[in-house]
Nanobody, 123 residues
Framework: EVQLVESGGGLVQAGGSLRLSCAAS????????IGWFRRAPGKKREGVSC????????HYADSVRGRFTISSDNALNTVYLQMNSLKPEDTAVYYC????????????????WGQGTQVTVSS
C-alpha cells in the first residue's frame, strides 16, 4: 500500500522558517517524482515545488523561488521542503503528492496524495 505522510507544519512569524517532510512508503522511490502543493482558504490548489528522483528535475513556483528549497533523502524515502523568509501569503495546507512521470516531475491528479499539514504565517 502506498502512503505519503506530511509533517513539520505549524505556526511561525513572518520572516521565519519551517521544514516540511514527506515520508513515502510503498513506492519505488528511485523512480518517483514528489511534488509539494498548497491550498489556501478560498483559493485554488497551487503547485509549489517538485523533484524527480529519476532524473533530478526540480521546479519551483515563481512565488516561492529563492525562498523554498526542495530536497530528498533517498535512504529515508523522504522529501523535504525547507521554507525560509515565510510570508503571511504562504499560509495554507501543504500537501505532498507522488507520481511516476516518464520524465520531469509533473504530478498528475491520479497520483497519490498525503493528508496535508497546516502552515500558518502570522504578520
Amino acid at each position: 500500500e502506498v502512503q505519503l505522510v506530511e509533517s513539520g507544519g505549524g505556526l511561525v512569524q513572518a520572516g521565519g522558517s519551517l521544514r516540511l517532510s514527506c515520508a513515502a512508503s510503498g513506492f519505488t522511490f528511485d523512480d518517483i517524482a514528489i511534488g509539494w502543493f498548497r491550498r489556501a482558504p478560498g483559493k485554488k490548489r497551487e503547485g509549489v515545488s517538485c523533484i524527480s528522483m529519476r532524473d533530478g528535475t526540480i521546479h519551483y513556483a515563481d512565488s516561492v523561488r529563492g525562498r523554498f528549497t526542495i530536497s530528498s533523502d533517498n535512504a529515508l524515502n523522504t522529501v523535504y521542503l525547507q521554507m525560509n523568509s515565510l510570508k503571511p501569503e504562504d499560509t495554507a495546507v501543504y500537501y505532498c503528492a507522488a507520481d511516476y512521470p516518464p520524465r520531469g516531475c509533473l504530478i498528475s491528479d491520479s497520483g497519490s496524495w498525503g493528508q496535508g499539514t497546516q502552515v500558518t504565517v502570522s504578520s
